[in-house]
T-cell receptor, first 113, second 117 residues
Framework: GENVEQHPSTLSVQEGDSAVIKCTYS??????FPWYKQELGKRPQLIID?????GEKKDQRIAVTLNKTAKHFSLHITETQPEDSAVYFC????????????FGKGTRLHILP | NAGVTQTPKFQVLKTGQSMTLQCAQD?????MSWYRQDPGMGLRLIHY???????DQGEVPNGYNVSRSTTEDFPLRLLSAAPSQTSVYFC????????????????FGAGSRLTVL
């Protein structure tokens, strides 16, 4: 089955700097890669996703890149702000097959003042 | 439109007891799933369902049963609780199988914190 590895497990960056979180997946049939943000005590919520027919997607300060050949994808957050402090999860899924979504173990992002 | 509703929010069980975590959604989502969240382990998929009458195992199914008799409900049953099942459980649902914006975006419930003594 699918296995998603996520690094680093913890990341601290100065406010205003950029943060990068990296994930790899094992199943070459996976074609959908979402990223979820979980604030302390809250439920996870989608922040951005990418499908395998594109290599990059941006939404304001957040971008995701996908390298299908290497089976890895990354989340980039620019101009980080205090409200970016949270746990971020990457995930992979095979759409239109079983649709199950497998998550990585998460990255705790700390934004330092 | 309540989204995904989980009950109970908190539960304490003794080893060997059984219980059911309830999950209901009012968005007519085909896909429903259960995850458990443990420190440092991320969100691990327990069971999932792509429609009424269809269920399948996820990454960590042992000790749990599910059924999907209606589109709206997807209960998770612990048959004989063990301390290793102490965790926060999340139910999540989505549209599925459609390659359009919004499909496959999981809506999570608020979570159920279970402690097994």
């Amino acid at each position: 089955g699918e296995n998603v590895e996520q690094h680093p497990s913890t990341l601290s960056v100065q406010e205003g700097d950029s943060a990068v979180i990296k994930c790899t997946y094992s199943d070459s049939a996976s074609n959908y890669f979402p990223w979820y943000k979980q604030e302390l005590g809250k439920r996870p919520q989608l922040i951005i996703d990418i499908r395998s027919n594109v290599g990059e997607k941006k939404d304001q300060r957040i971008a995701v890149t996908l390298n299908k050949t290497a089976k890895h994808f990354s989340l980039h957050i620019t101009e980080t702000q205090p409200e970016d402090s949270a746990v971020y999860f990457c995930a992979a899924s095979r759409l239109n097959r079983d649709d199950k979504i497998i998550f990585g173990k998460g990255t705790r992002l700390h934004i330092l003042p | 439109n309540a989204g995904v509703t989980q009950t109970p929010k908190f539960q304490v069980l003794k080893t060997g007891q059984s219980m059911t975590l309830q999950c209901a959604q009012d968005m007519n989502h085909e896909y429903m799933s259960w995850y458990r969240q443990d420190p440092g382990m991320g969100l691990r998929l327990i069971h999932y369902s792509v429609g009424a009458g269809i269920t399948d195992q996820g990454e960590v199914p042992n000790g749990y049963n599910v059924s999907r008799s209606t589109t709206e409900d997807f209960p998770l049953r612990l048959l004989s609780a063990a301390p290793s099942q102490t965790s926060v459980y999340f139910c999540a649902s989505s549209y599925s199988g459609v390659s359009s914006s919004g499909a496959n975006v999981l809506t999570f419930g608020a979570g159920s914190r279970l402690t097994v003594l």
